[in-house]
């Protein structure tokens, strides 16, 4: 087993954020940069209205309002997780055409009091779409197949979710 008990942070170049200087617990924040998600040549979801959540080793997980997410390609499954900070979570289902992706958007209809600003927005898996953008920036996902980090050239790690990372 690969374990890093202790990562060593990435130093921040003028302009970049360390994820190492996120806090735990997580915290939220209003975001007006263009988030874009793109699946199969349809833009998914769009908004200068978006909330960034922010917690230490991680990437930031962007939501975006309902008003904002081309709902009709959306199906709800019955998968649901707990998070520590957030609450009861459940996920969405993809379908455009004959393409059906399963678990590629969650959210949090009654998020805990302190993320209720995040109520019934949704984020999507980087990895699970054709593309997912950032202003102009195109993102790179957080790895491993449970967190959903977006990540730009603005962010520096070492990301969790990484090969060896599970115990940071």
């Known amino acids: 087993m690969n374990i890093q008990p202790h990562p060593t942070p990435i130093e921040p170049q003028a302009g970049q954020e360390s994820v190492w200087n996120y806090p ?3 915290i939220w924040e209003y975001t007006t940069k263009n988030l874009r998600v793109i699946c199969q040549d349809i833009i998914l979801a769009e908004t200068t209205k978006g909330i960034r959540v922010l917690e230490t080793s991680h990437p930031p997980m962007y939501y975006i309002p309902p008003e904002d997410i081309k ?4 199906v709800e499954n019955p998968r649901k997780t707990w998070c520590e900070w957030k609450g009861w979570c459940r996920y969405f289902d993809v379908k455009i055409g004959d393409r059906y992706i399963p678990n590629a958007m969650w959210s949090y209809p009654e998020p805990n009091p302190s993320f209720a600003a995040i109520a019934h927005y949704g ?5 699970l779409m054709d593309a997912c953008y950032v202003d102009e920036e195109q993102v790179t996902p957080q790895a491993g197949d449970f967190y959903g980090g977006w990540i730009t ?6 990301f969790k979710g990484e090969l060896g990372t599970k115990w940071w």
Do not use: H
């Open 24 to 26: 735990r617990p997580a």
């Open 71 to 74: 709902l009709e390609y959306l």
């Open 123 to 127: 984020s999507f898996y980087v990895n």
């Open 153 to 158: 050239s603005d962010i520096v790690g070492p």
